[in-house]
């Protein structure tokens, strides 16, 4: 069988999610805006951060940002808003002095929502061959579909972001839908069987766990189901959570699918570096929406 797109969407058990505005609060920061979000997202009502331009005009390019996990539950997509202690700084604020709209909400059992475990929820999904990270994707892609529609954003210009657990929420909605221009993803990509052969795969939570997808593909395999489209990956080659071996895997599935493309595939591999953030990821980021969003 062939591992695509559509495959791919059927092991995770993805839903096509509307998210329609129920209400919004804006803030005025003076050089950018804040607009506090209640989207109604499959059937629930759940809270998304919004950031933007003070004063521009027109359609703008986008970014649908991935929350992290790092174990606070209550967190969830404040993190547009407050950071984490392995980013610089926030993002949103940066991204909307840049000319970006930035979107993020809360995933399952995050921020809001964290009324449902992630043991409890993940659990239950399994029973049903539908793992959690399948109802995040679903969710995250409701959020895309939001954005796409917003009458200040250019739905052809709309990137993905996201640290952790973020970069794997960014990297696999990008590989199932193509309304991502470009994708930026760090601190998560590995090969997953590799990190099982030594025994580092219990690091990341049970939200992640798909059912017969090793079966089928791994991260690099998946991540090459963006090309043509381009792919910014950044790693610290001393993190834990992704051994240099697992990614030097993926990343050996990964470069054959940009053969054809060249300059569309980036990597930013820091010596030393752990499970963070650094300046030079951030330039990266930074120059690779401007060139691929921006123009």
Not at 21 to 49: C, M, N, Q, S
Not at 79 to 92: H, I
Not at 106 to 115: H, L, N, Q, S, T
Not at 191 to 216: C, F, Q, S, W
Request: aromatic content about 8%; proline content about 5%; hydrophobic content about 45%.
């Amino acid at each position: 069988m062939t591992f695509d797109a559509e495959r791919f969407r059927h092991l995770l058990g993805f839903e096509e999610r509307t998210a329609d505005p129920v209400a919004a609060e804006i803030e005025d920061k003076g050089d950018f805006l804040i607009e506090r979000l209640r989207l109604r997202l499959g059937g629930e009502e759940v809270r998304g951060f919004l950031t933007r331009p003070a004063g521009a005009a027109g359609r703008l390019p986008a970014i649908l940002y991935g929350h992290s996990h790092g174990g606070l539950f209550s967190m969830g997509a404040r993190e547009l808003l407050d950071g984490r202690e392995y980013l610089l700084d926030p993002l949103g604020p940066v991204f909307a002095r840049a000319g970006y709209v930035t979107l993020a909400i809360d995933m399952p059992v995050f921020g809001e929502r964290a009324r449902e475990n992630e043991g409890f929820a993940a659990k239950a999904a399994l029973w049903h061959s539908r793992p959690l990270f399948g109802r995040m994707l679903s969710d995250h892609g409701g959020a895309l579909t939001y954005l796409a529609g917003r009458d200040d954003v250019d739905a052809t210009r709309i990137g993905a972001f996201g640290i952790s657990m973020g970069s794997l929420l960014s990297c696999w909605l990008s590989a199932i839908d193509e309304r991502i221009a470009a994708v930026a993803h760090l601190c998560a990509f590995a090969d997953l069987r590799t990190m099982i052969a030594l025994g580092k795969h219990d690091g990341h939570g049970i939200y992640l766990t798909v059912p017969g997808l090793l079966n089928e593909a791994d991260g690099g395999s998946i991540a090459a189901l963006i090309a043509p489209r381009p792919q910014l990956v950044c790693v610290g080659e001393a993190d834990a959570l992704t051994p240099m071996p697992a990614v030097e895997r993926a990343l050996a599935d990964l470069r054959p699918a940009y053969a054809a493309a060249p300059g569309r595939l980036e990597l930013i591999s820091e010596p030393g570096v752990g499970h963070r953030e650094t300046a030079r990821m951030r330039a990266g980021v930074m120059a690779f929406f401007a060139r691929w969003l921006q123009g």
